[in-house]
């Protein structure tokens, strides 16, 4: 069985992301998306809230399943038996970070590889800090984000 996982800090998740991990979704038997906690940078939502806004908007894929993690990704792939990493690259200006993260995960764990997958054109330019930017200075970002990151960001706008 193939498992593999798509981790990332997803604050918020967006369509870009979600584009990535139908791919993955119908390449791999199981793919575990997985918020990558960490204790020392404080996120714009907590890790309970994006675990689950992903899990809202990941209903309708059986084989996605949504966790969270603390520590190395490719400690968590191990315990879990991922053998699997995807990462998303939308640009060049990925590329170096990617490979480089890649290569080290590699040394830390040669069994585990990692799979690239593309977004479709429309998602090259959007991040979650763009996400974060648009909706602060009153911009929409229904285009940008499934509905229940939408619905859940714009209410928590509206109540600052
Ligand atoms: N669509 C839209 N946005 C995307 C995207 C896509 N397909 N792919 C990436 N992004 C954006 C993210 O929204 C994020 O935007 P932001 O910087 O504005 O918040 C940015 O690109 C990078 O996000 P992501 O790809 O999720 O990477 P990350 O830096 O948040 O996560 C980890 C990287 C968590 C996977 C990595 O740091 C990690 O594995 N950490 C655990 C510790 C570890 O094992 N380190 C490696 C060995 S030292």
Redesign the pocket.
Known sequence: MKIAIY?????PI????L??LKNAAGIFDKVIIAV?H?GEKRGFLSTQERVRLIKESVKGMPNVKVDSFE?????YAKKIGANVLI??L?AVS?FEYEMQ?SQ??SA?CDEIKTVFLT?KPE?NF?????I?EILQNGGDISKFVPEPVFKFLTGKKNAV
């Open positions: 981790p990332g800090s997803f604050d967006t369509y870009g992301h584009d990535i990558a960490n520590g190395l990704t490719i400690e990462r998303g939308r990925d993260l080290t995960n830390l977004t998602y959007i991040s979650s800090s763009t974060k």
